[in-house]
């Protein structure tokens, strides 16, 4: 089964993630993951729209590519952790989007879809921000932790970076 296959790839990173984690560990899992899946779904509506400004495009490129495997990681960590994939109900995310806010981004084209893109996304990666920097102050375990550092402080250059080409458009 495809699944099996993709999870024995991820032996080596899984066994040492099962070292200790806590519960702001499971949380940031949990949260990040679908969090992680809307910037994909959004990067995704962006490469495939026509008359894209290159520098916007090479961003949604990015972002997803780096995601994905994140996504990938942290899931399987909560196989090794026993813990669910599912956020429980109830908890809200910093950044995310509403089905009336990716509507629009779908449906949106142009210079106007760019500008649209850039400013959900610099929300959306403060919200991932805010979430890793808590996972830093509360989490417990070391691959959890380093993640968090990771994502921090590549959307924070991310967030710089949209910011400029929000100002060029």
């Known amino acids: 089964m495809p699944g099996m ?3 024995s790839g991820q032996a080596m990173p899984g066994a040492s ?3 200790d984690h806590n ?3 499971t949380m940031f899992a949990q949260g990040m993951i679908p969090h992680h899946a809307q910037a994909v779904q959004m990067s995704e509506m962006m490469l495939k729209k026509p ?3 290159a520098k916007v495009t090479a961003l949604a490129s990015r972002i997803k590519a780096a995601q994905g495997p994140e996504i990938d990681r942290m899931t399987g960590w909560l196989r090794d952790w026993n813990e ?4 429980p109900g ?3 995310m910093s950044g995310m989007l509403g089905d009336d806010e990716l509507k629009k981004l779908d449906a949106a084209t142009g210079t106007e879809a760019a500008k649209l ?6 929300a959306h990666h403060e919200g991932a921000v805010e979430m890793a920097n808590a996972e830093v102050r509360g989490g417990k375990n070391p691959e959890a932790i380093k993640l968090a550092k990771d994502v921090a402080a590549s959307q924070t250059d991310e967030i710089k970076e949209m910011k ?3 100002a060029a458009l």
């Open 17 to 19: 993630a099962a070292a």
């Open 84 to 87: 669910s994939t599912q956020m």
């Open 90 to 92: 109830g908890h809200a």
């Open 51 to 53: 008359g894209i400004d």
């Open 5 to 7: 296959d993709h999870s």
């Open 23 to 25: 519960a702001p560990d």
């Open 117 to 122: 893109f850039l400013t959900q996304m610099i």
């Open 164 to 166: 400029g080409l929000l």
